[in-house]
């Protein structure tokens, strides 16, 4: 007896082989019953045929979606990886400046166009909190190195 199906169709020739009848009571409510499990028994088959032919369609979907999101991303991941190393080194060569703090030698890397800013610009280290730039002193243009010359800034007293 391996599925609910098959334990329905034992019931019923127990109930056969019982002589269980319509004409009593007790025989009426047991012959109600196996139907109703046999009713039940069909349902829940069905349910399974059902529930196994959905998995498999989602399984294929899966696979589907995932080859189309290897070959879009990886797509994407390879032009954006060009893209973006380029743009990095560009900004970076163009408009970053490296300064080493002169408090604990870290190298600290801002904008270049805080140079040329006229308000009062203050660049203090991440590492230490120490003053790395500041446009109020008075810095020679010997001090001052663009990383595209030396790599770096060096901060007077250094």
């Not at 829940?44 to 899966?62: F, G, R």
């Not at 140079?115 to 730039?133: R, S």
């Amino acid at each position: 007896m391996r599925n609910l199906k098959e334990k329905v169709a034992y019931l019923h020739g127990l109930t056969q082989g019982l002589n269980v009848n319509e004409h009593s009571s007790e025989g009426k409510l047991l012959l109600n019953i196996i139907d109703v499990l046999d009713s039940f028994a069909e349902e829940v088959h069905s349910v399974n045929l059902a529930q196994m032919e959905l998995e498999e369609y989602v399984e294929s979907i899966d696979e589907d979606l995932t080859d189309l999101e290897e070959q879009i991303y990886e797509e994407d991941f390879d032009s954006d990886e060009d893209e973006n190393d380029n743009i990095y080194e560009e900004s970076y060569d163009d408009d970053m400046v490296e300064v080493a703090c002169p408090s604990c030698h870290e190298l600290v890397t801002f904008e270049s166009d805080i140079l040329d800013d006229d308000d009062d610009i203050e660049v203090t280290c991440p590492y230490c909190g120490g003053v790395v730039y500041d446009n109020t002193l008075d810095i020679s243009a010997d001090n001052v190195h663009d990383t595209k010359d030396s790599g770096h800034i060096m901060h007077p007293g250094v």
